[in-house]
């Protein structure tokens, strides 16, 4: 039989040598584990610091807004009668407010049905017009629920409809079709108590003399005397609650308000009216919440200190134990490190408040690297001139003309101090009637108008009917204009006046997207006249820097390619001529906040650095593949060569004790 285990015919460890051969050609494997789990570390080092760069980043934008700094409290010495809020626009102060009636809206009550699910009337299609206003002139009696002699004025919100047919027209049905269209009033069902107790009681959803309802009913006769309203002629639906401004005092000044929350009559300041206090004023005290810009001042600090320390922490060399952190040396830290304290310690081109550096509100670097607040330094610093604060951090643009408002900028516009110039103040479109408009409406001969503002365009149709007069005509074709849908969600608007019975429609938007034109045949005629006056809608002119800018309605946009570009100036009022400057300024956050940004984002220097970082593991990868393949060519190679010797051995042992037998044999026969 054949030997087949090696070395056992020649007592060779053919297993035993080859596996200390291998061992040894192995030894480059141990090698390039070591280098990838150095990698490792430094892929793992750098996430770490990819995490703390981007919580740093998300700290600093939060304080790249001024709203951040501008942040102002609003307290009611009774917060029962009066809830006050403030906003970034209020201004220090104390009030006094004196409540003596509450804003309410409008409830009307049509007469009691015996069931609610009973057909009323004969089902035919049926089209209930609810329009909203004021009620004026006239006398209330609070016992019928009803008006004598009024007068009804459209508010100009236009016309809304609830269609009733057979499958609607019970109490019930009433009531849910006109809940489910959402047109500004809600519909309940009360139960009095008498023979026929079901009755449909018709809610304003808003409150305010301007809110009043007026319900047209066309078609079921049945409907009609159930749900018809109108305070200046028939009322079949009497009133139980008259729609009622808010009436109060603010330091003495009458406040009319149609809502119970007054957000306009103290700048920047939101009252909620809860109930009255006749003869018993309370204080609204408005101040400025410095502990916000504390706040605020002391998370950049930590912001700064916790990135500091996460790139120190992995970046630095033990001298007690000569070692250094995964990071030590790294170049990518140390850049990082110096572009954060460059940053930092940069001017801040633009800033024209009291505090152009940080050290001037107290902020300063410690010996150890970190940074610190001064708690005493900063306060005086708020106390002093809390504005200037937030401009620090913040982006920021300060006109010295209180009608010049900065609304924005971008990324190319750079920090500086630049004149503004004003040769054309924004004005709005208007279309001016050249008659008096006639107010008598015909349905298919004289309503239908084609409407366009600012390059939208609808066909809306008047109501029927003679109008009482050019004012009441005008708020009708107000009313109708803002209402149709492609105005609506566009956002433009128009107001409609009169003046000696001549109709003026003026846009809500200032420049070219004010524009106004109206055509229509005869209706165009009758309502403007023949040959109305349109004036088209200017947009701001002017330059910024020196340079030209754009005008897009109120406001001026700095030129492109200028040190100005982007940067969007509000011109609110005022002359033409030079208009003084605006400091625009980058503040630190946003500074910092870009910096981040750029570290983080592809291309950038983290990135770059974990992608070498990657490719430098996977080289790794492909070595240890390679090696492992030669391998185990190298051990095919040492077990062919010592199986061979193993071979050779054994047929020299055998070659051997042959010979030793014949030598023994040819000694015996001697003997």
């Known amino acids: 039989m054949a030997i087949t285990a090696p070395g056992l015919a020649s007592n060779l460890d053919v297993n035993g040598i080859v596996s200390q051969l291998m061992t040894v050609e192995s030894r480059p494997l141990t090698l390039y584990d070591t280098k990838e789990s150095r990698f490792q570390s430094q892929l793992s080092a750098y996430g770490s610091i990819k995490g703390a760069v981007s919580s740093f980043q998300s700290a600093m934008r ?23 809020g403030a906003g970034s626009s209020a201004v220090a102060g104390s009030y006094a407010v004196e409540i003596s009636a509450l804003a309410q809206a409008q409830k009307l009550t049509a007469a009691g049905q015996t069931t609610t699910t009973s057909a009323i009337g004969s089902g035919a299609t049926t089209t209930l017009s609810f329009d909203f206003g004021a009620i004026s002139g006239g006398s209330f009696d609070s016992v019928s629920g009803t008006y004598s002699g009024a007068a009804f004025t459209s508010n100009g919100t236009g016309l809304k409809t609830v269609n009733i047919d057979s499958s609607n027209n019970t109490l019930a049905g009433i009531r849910d079709a006109i809940n489910n269209a959402k047109i500004g009033v809600t519909a309940s069902i009360i139960n009095d108590g008498s023979a026929a107790p079901y009755r449909l009681l018709i809610s304003g959803n808003n409150t305010g003399l301007s809110n009043s309802v007026k319900v047209s009913v066309s078609g079921d006769a049945a409907l009609t005397t159930l749900l018809a309203h109108d305070p200046a002629a028939t009322q079949h639906m009497p009133e139980t609650i008259s729609a009622r401004n808010a009436a109060l005092k603010v330091d003495g ?62 970046s630095a060399y033990n001298a007690a134990t000569k070692k250094g952190a995964v990071l030590n040396g790294d170049v990518t830290v140390r850049s990082l490190q110096s572009q954060l304290r460059a940053t930092i310690n940069s001017d801040l081109t633009g800033l024209t408040g009291n505090y152009t550096t940080l050290s001037t509100i107290g902020v300063s670097f410690l010996k150890d690297g970190t940074m610190a607040v001064d708690a005493a330094k900063l306060q005086s610093a708020i106390d002093t001139s809390p504005k200037s604060i937030g401009a620090l951090f913040a982006v920021s643009g300060t006109p010295t003309d209180s009608l010049i408002r900065y609304s924005a900028a971008v990324t190319a516009t750079k920090p500086g101090n630049y004149a503004v110039g004003v040769t054309q103040l924004a004005t709005k479109g208007q279309l001016t009637g050249s008659a008096a408009a006639a107010l008598t409406i015909y349905a298919g001969t004289n309503d239908a108008l084609n409407v366009t503002l600012g390059g939208v365009s609808a066909t ?63 209706a165009k005629n009758d309502l403007l006249g023949m040959a109305p006056v349109t004036t088209t809608g200017l947009d701001a002119a002017g330059s910024i820097n020196g340079a030209a800018a754009t005008g897009v309605g109120q406001s001026l946009i700095g030129a492109s390619g200028d040190a100005s570009e982007g940067l969007k100036l509000d011109i609110l009022g005022g002359g033409t001529g030079a208009r003084g400057s605006v400091g625009f300024s980058k503040g630190l956050a946003y500074r910092l906040d870009a910096l981040a940004g750029s570290m983080l984002e592809g291309g950038g220097a983290l990135s770059n ?24 060519d190298i051990e095919k190679r040492y077990r062919a060569q010592f199986t061979a010797l193993d071979s050779m051995v054994s047929r020299m042992n055998q070659t051997s004790a042959f010979l030793k037998q014949q030598l023994a044999v040819q000694n015996n026969f001697n003997k």
């Open 253 to 314: 000044v009458t406040v009319s308000s149609a809502s119970n929350t007054l957000s306009q009559t103290i700048p920047g300041v939101t009252l909620i009216l809860q109930k009255t206090n006749t003869g018993s004023p309370l204080k609204v005290n408005v101040d400025r919440d410095t502990t916000q810009i504390t706040s605020a001042v002391n998370t950049f600090a930590k912001s700064y200190n916790d990135l500091n320390r996460t790139l120190g922490d992995l």
């Open 62 to 84: 939060n304080l790249s807004s001024l709203s951040r700094f501008e942040v102002f409290t609003a307290n009611s010495t009774d917060s029962a009668t009066v809830v006050a």
């Open 609 to 632: 650095r974990t992608d070498g970082i990657g490719k430098s593991i996977q080289d790794i990868g492909n070595q240890r593949d390679g090696l492992n393949r030669r391998l185990v």
């Open 460 to 522: 809306i149709t008047l109501a029927p009917g003679v109008y009482a007069s050019a004012s009441a005509l005008a708020t009708e074709v107000q009313s109708r204009i803002n209402s149709a849908t492609p105005f609506a969600a566009s956002g433009v608007k128009v107001t409609a006046t009169e003046s000696a019975g001549a109709m003026t429609l003026v846009s809500s938007d200032y420049g070219a997207t004010g524009s106004i034109s109206i055509t229509g045949g005869n």
